[in-house]
């Protein structure tokens, strides 16, 4: 009874921290680092740790004396999973055959750590938990319940297969099993047997063939599968190379944005930042008084940036395209892009007696509030551009 009051009290706070119903960032973050498929490999990867980012270590630690005590007790995906495997009791133990392809899964996130790109964060129960209720946001939109399906798709496999998804699958359980395993491998050495030593040797093997192709496919994916054209990331990501791999795609980042303006990437960053977060300029700015998005990523994919950092930081840059602006095409005066500007960033010259806009690239952030604002249709004449982040030139005065 004790068990199940906890485990029911565990799956609510969750689902409010996924939520953000608190007005506390730092418990968001705090939840999801909670996992240490999510924090430790994601402090490895970026080469950067924090005390948020090593929430995960008390979770291995007391692994290591109770097997997936995580997944008995505080896990609300695993919890999820067990309810609905009850609806087939007859499909227990089908699974029984089935690899242990979380060993595998997490080999391959910690070797491509060390190379940089984890992979297979987003595999990680708790990223997967966070994404399906980011994606309840109003106003609703059709491109965030991309980021919602990787949760019903593991109930969908709990009903089919019970138990599959949490002992032949996650991640999570496997690093607690690995620690059990440590335990027991420690206590037992001196009298392990050779016959018991050949299966222990071969399951090492191939814990380090799996690392070693993490490796590989992480270098692979940070030369090859970015896209031609940048995305414009969130202020505060880490280069994109880096990013795609470091993002769980949680949602956490989309959900904390107060104006709606981050999105799920449909593939303009490339196949490896697929539905990773990118901005949309269509109808609100990155507001330059606002830095939400920055302090509740759990991997260190996007860097928590004080106010005024993230004031200076330039995550994009607005070109016009003088065919379809009012005052450069149409000698009509319109200096709309400038009015909005809140960086001083748009300058102008005046061209047949007309002012038109220019952009002082040093000034620019990218924030979106010319491109919002632009009058010209069906298309806008001011549009951003992703960049590789940098600092800007602030404001004088």
């Known amino acids: 009874m004790m068990r199940r009051w906890i485990r029911w009290s565990s799956f609510l706070i969750a689902a409010l921290l996924a939520l953000q119903v608190w007005p506390w960032p730092a418990a968001t973050r705090g939840f999801l680092g909670l996992s240490p498929v999510l924090g ?3 402090a490895l990867a970026a080469r950067a740790a924090s005390l948020g980012l090593l929430l995960g270590v008390p979770v291995l630690v007391v692994g290591y004396f109770r097997s997936r005590w995580f997944c008995r007790y ?4 695993g919890f999820a999973a067990e309810l609905v495997g009850r609806l087939n009791p007859r499909g227990r133990r089908r699974f029984a055959r ?3 392809l979380g060993r595998a899964l997490l080999a391959l996130a910690f070797g491509g750590a060390l190379c940089g790109q984890p992979l297979v964060l987003w595999l990680d129960p708790l990223a997967l938990f ?3 209720f980011g994606a309840w946001r109003l106003p609703l939109a059709w491109t965030s319940f991309a980021l919602a399906l990787g949760l019903p798709l593991v109930l969908l496999l709990s009903v089919v297969t019970p ?3 949490c002992q032949r699958l996650c991640p999570l359980g496997a690093a607690q099993d690995a620690c059990a395993a440590l335990r027991r491998r420690m206590k037992f050495r001196a ?17 380090f063939l799996f690392a070693l192709a993490g ?3 992480a270098v692979a994916l940070r030369r090859w599968a970015i896209g031609r054209r940048l995305p414009i990331r969130p202020p505060g990501a880490r280069p994109e190379d880096q990013f795609a791999g470091l993002c769980a795609r949680c949602g956490a980042c989309i959900r904390a944005c107060p104006y709606g303006v981050l999105k799920p990437d449909l593939g303009a960053g490339g196949a490896a930042g697929l539905l990773a977060p990118t901005l949309d300029y269509a109808k609100a700015h990155c507001f330059e008084y606002c830095n939400e998005c920055t302090k509740v990523c759990p991997t260190g994919a996007i860097e928590r940036l004080a106010l005024e950092t993230k004031r200076n930081r330039a995550i994009g840059l607005a070109e016009i395209d003088r065919e379809k602006c009012i005052a450069w095409h149409d000698r009509q005066y319109c200096m709309v892009c400038h009015e909005f ?3 001083l960033a748009i300058d102008s010259v005046t061209q047949d007696g007309v002012e038109c806009p220019t952009v002082k690239p040093d000034m620019c952030r990218g924030c979106g509030a010319c491109q919002v604002n632009c009058p010209a249709l069906p298309d806008k004449a001011i549009v951003v551009q992703g960049i590789p982040q940098r600092v800007a030139r602030p404001l004088e005065g």
Request: glycine letters at 10%; charged letters at 5%; one cysteine or more.
């Open 341 to 343: 500007c809140p960086y």
């Open 215 to 217: 490796g590989a496919a």
């Open 74 to 77: 505080l896990c609300p995906t």
């Open 163 to 165: 138990q599959a998804w």
């Open 98 to 100: 089935w690899p242990n």
């Open 191 to 207: 009298a392990t047997a050779a016959a018991a030593a050949g299966p222990m040797l071969a399951l090492t093997r191939r814990t």
């Open 40 to 42: 430790l490999l994601g």
């Open 130 to 132: 966070s994404g399906f």
